[in-house]
């Protein structure tokens, strides 16, 4: 009964493995098209369209056709060199509101980074000892150190960014000899992970070997 158990449990677990990520994943994917949609249709048009014959979801399937096209079209227009004066003007009105400001830009470089397929800015995943010595700190290396820090120094520097747990959107920008860093094989998605988790989340070692692919129809190898 007990070894019953415990693998009626063991399986469980390994559902919620699978199944929690596709479920949340669904979950954003269906509030974003509620919430876009929403945006699309005013509260009154809503209230109307539920009082009428036909599915309101046939709605919003309409209201987000017209929101990729207003998208397209904004993204055409940007193209252009009107479109790009407008939105010069734009940003500098933006860039004097307080706040505002601040806002606008994380989530312009959010956005730039993952809508157009641009790399991180974060190079590679590293060990460094931080705080103090004999203490370390995952960091991520954003480049080599130039400038009047660099020209103050005797060895390489690298910047390195070490960020807090569990918001990664803060943390310490440190300067750190290249020689004194420890570089880690984890991807820097899995150390991101690692960091946002506390470490809970901590990416196997070594990393497991994927076996190739075998060749198949007349991609054999000769």
Known sequence: MTLTWKSLRNSFFAGLLVLVPVA???AILIGFFT????????????????????????YRLVALCVALVVVTVVGWLMRLVVGRQVLLVMESLISR?????????????????????QKTMFQRVVLVEFPRAGIYSIGFVTSETGGEVQARTRETVLNVFVPTTPNPTSGYLIFVPKDKVIVMTMSVAEGMKLVISGGAVVPLYPPPVIPPVLAVDGDRAS
């Open 24 to 26: 949340a994943s669904l």
């Open 35 to 58: 919430w876009l949609t929403d945006f699309m249709l005013p509260h009154q048009l809503r209230t109307y369209l539920e009082e009428s014959p036909y599915p309101v979801f046939l």
């Open 97 to 117: 509101v307080p706040l505002l400001n601040k806002t606008y830009a994380f989530m312009k470089e959010i956005s730039h980074t993952v809508l157009s397929g």
